[in-house]
């Protein structure tokens, strides 16, 4: 790709995961790729610090880390609690990943939201060059491009969503939804992992928006035109298969063999969050257990859950279930020397990870709402292809649509989820080795560098068109008479 000297990306999120140098094996995938454009274009990472303070300033803080720019702001206590804890975690996530019986609709946090996206376009502004494309990341910044558009910014700006993008009834119940698809408009380019959070999204707008879709693919609404596009996102699955030769992952991977004493393991690894579906799964696993006796003491299921988002009460009452729900399965079914669930908190290294997965025979990936859902993704990548374990995943991650070859489930059905168990448990090597195979491939292929250039170049080529001189008006007229 051929891109103009003076033209550098600037990327904007809510939270900025600070580049390591390059190559180091615990960056994450998505900073890894993000940070990689970046110095490739000595462009802009820009975002809140993390930071809280008394009064907005609009003062950014720039750092050079690992050959890119980090500009970052603090943000006012109350701006957090009502934007990011408020309308982003208890109002946005929840209602698109399907729990409208979790969202709330406060008018102060839909307030915040609009106030710090307007804090985020006065600060972003004049770092904003004549020539650079602007990427603007996930939900909590819907906004931010209209705010851009209102103070004269005509750069290509392109916007992706990391979450679902719920159907047209869900939507619907939020207060003043009009005013946040039509924001989406004043990008060039708005993408979704799958087509089926965009067709979702092409349909809020056809059916209630009274929009219109172009040959070529566009949608028109709301007097404007934007480019909807499927970019799934992937992993950094050369630097994932690299991190498995790491002594901490060996380490980790033969801690975990010793453990298993024979046993296979099934394995659930989710940031904790009612979207993974992680209580629905400990109630699959019991239902195994209770059908299939055989089956106890033959397994184990080791569920690494990692505590986020500690200031909003859902994910508290979560915490408490969960444990409850696997402290009675335990109760119930362990024996002196077994004991059916692993229930860990603890957060994880990426190497130490790598090895776990490595070590698993079966990997449970069962969100109920998921955008892509990239554990799906480590896993294949840390598999050994002589041996590899075998992926249950649910139909309702965006991951389902491109890893056609996993066993695929619904986790809402205990039964489902439980019969797929039992058939990834006695599965011949043969088959495991040819879906894993298949699905090797894609994690290759559709990578988190593809991911990244095929959005660049979107926005690149959207940028290009809005520059060609207008078409003369007399073939502009022929054609339409
Ligand atoms: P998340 O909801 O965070 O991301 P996911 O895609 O599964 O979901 O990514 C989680 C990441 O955190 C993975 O890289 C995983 O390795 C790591 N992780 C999880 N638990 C961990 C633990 N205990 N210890 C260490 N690491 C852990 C959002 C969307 C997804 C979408 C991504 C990227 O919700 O649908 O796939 O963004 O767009």
């Given at each position: 790709?051929e891109?103009?000297a003076l033209?550098r ?7 900025i995961s ?10 994450g ?8 454009a ?8 820009f975002?809140?610090?993390?930071n809280?303070?008394d009064?907005?300033?609009?003062q950014?803080?720039m750092q050079?880390?690992?050959?890119v720019?980090?500009a970052t ?15 982003a975690?208890?109002?946005?996530w ?5 729990r409208?019986?979790l969202t709330?609709?406060?008018r102060s946090?839909?307030?915040a939201y609009?106030?710090?996206n307007?804090?985020f376009?006065d600060t972003l502004?004049?770092?904003i060059?004549p020539d650079d494309?602007?990427?603007?990341q996930d939900y ?6 209209r705010e851009?558009r209102?103070?004269?910014v005509?750069?290509?700006?392109g ?5 679902p993008?719920?159907a ?5 119940t939020l ?21 089926e ?6 349909s809020?707008?056809?059916?209630d928006a009274?929009?219109?879709?172009l040959?070529d ?6 007097g ?5 596009g499927a ?11 690299d ?8 380490e980790?991977?033969d801690?975990?063999i ?7 393991m099934?394995?659930?690894v ?9 209580d629905?799964?400990?109630?699959a696993y019991?239902?195994?257990l209770?059908?299939?006796?055989e089956?106890r003491?033959q397994?184990?299921l080791?569920?690494i859950?990692t505590y986020?988002?500690s200031?909003v009460?859902?994910y508290?009452d979560?915490?408490?279930r969960l444990?409850?729900?696997s ?12 004991i059916?669930i692993r229930?860990?908190h603890r957060m ?6 790598a ?7 079966v ?9 892509m ?8 990548a840390?598999?050994?292809e002589a041996n590899?374990?075998v992926l ?14 996993a066993l695929?489930?619904?986790?809402f059905?205990?039964?489902d989820?439980?019969d ?6 006695a599965?011949?090597l043969?088959?495991?080795?040819s ?9 290759e ?21 809005g520059r060609?001189?207008p078409?003369?008006?007399?073939a502009?007229?022929?054609k339409d008479?």
């Amino acid at each position: 790709m051929e891109h103009s000297a003076l033209s550098r990306l600037i990327v904007v999120s809510n939270r900025i995961s600070a580049p390591a140098p390059e190559g180091a094996a615990s960056q994450g995938g998505l900073a890894m790729a993000i940070s990689a454009a970046l110095r490739q274009s000595s462009g802009i990472w820009f975002g809140w610090s993390g930071n809280a303070i008394d009064e907005f300033t609009g003062q950014i803080s720039m750092q050079r880390e690992a050959g890119v720019t980090i500009a970052t702001i603090d943000l006012e206590a109350q701006d957090i609690d009502e934007y990011y804890n408020g309308y982003a975690n208890r109002t946005l996530w929840p209602l698109f990943h399907y729990r409208i019986d979790l969202t709330q609709y406060e008018r102060s946090f839909g307030e915040a939201y609009a106030r710090v996206n307007k804090r985020f376009a006065d600060t972003l502004l004049p770092l904003i060059g004549p020539d650079d494309i602007v990427w603007i990341q996930d939900y909590h910044l819907i906004p931010l491009g209209r705010e851009l558009r209102e103070r004269g910014v005509k750069n290509a700006i392109g916007f992706f969503l990391h979450i679902p993008w719920p159907a047209r009834e869900l939507i619907l119940t939020l207060p003043r939804h009009r005013q946040l698809v039509e924001s989406l408009f004043h990008y060039d380019v708005v993408g979704f992992h799958t087509e089926e959070w965009k067709a979702a999204f092409q349909s809020y707008v056809i059916n209630d928006a009274d929009g219109m879709a172009l040959s070529d693919g566009r949608l028109t609404a709301f007097g404007r035109t934007v480019r909807p596009g499927a970019f799934p996102i992937g992993i950094d699955a050369q630097g994932f298969k690299d991190l498995i030769q790491s002594p901490v992952a060996q380490e980790s991977y033969d801690r975990i063999i010793e453990s298993k004493a024979g046993r296979k393991m099934l394995l659930g690894v989710d940031r904790l969050d009612y979207s993974k579906g992680i209580d629905e799964r400990l109630l699959a696993y019991e239902r195994l257990l209770t059908d299939s006796p055989e089956l106890r003491r033959q397994i184990f299921l080791l569920q690494i859950s990692t505590y986020t988002r500690s200031e909003v009460t859902a994910y508290q009452d979560m915490i408490e279930r969960l444990d409850s729900i696997s402290g009675r399965i335990n109760g119930a079914h362990a024996e002196m020397d077994w004991i059916p669930i692993r229930n860990v908190h603890r957060m994880h290294s990426r190497e130490e990870l790598a090895g776990i997965y490595r070590a698993a025979d079966v990997a449970l990936v069962t969100p109920l709402r998921d955008g892509m859902n990239l554990v799906a993704k480590e896993f294949v990548a840390a598999q050994d292809e002589a041996n590899p374990g075998v992926l249950v995943l649910s139909r309702f991650a965006g991951a389902a649509w491109q890893m056609r070859d996993a066993l695929i489930v619904n986790p809402f059905s205990q039964e489902d989820v439980s019969d797929a168990v039992k058939r990834a448990l006695a599965m011949p090597l043969k088959e495991r080795q040819s879906r894993w195979r298949a699905l090797m491939d894609g994690v290759e292929r559709d990578d988190i560098n593809a991911w990244r250039d095929n959005f660049v170049a979107a926005m690149h080529e959207a940028r290009d068109q809005g520059r060609k001189p207008p078409r003369p008006r007399i073939a502009a007229a022929r054609k339409d008479g």
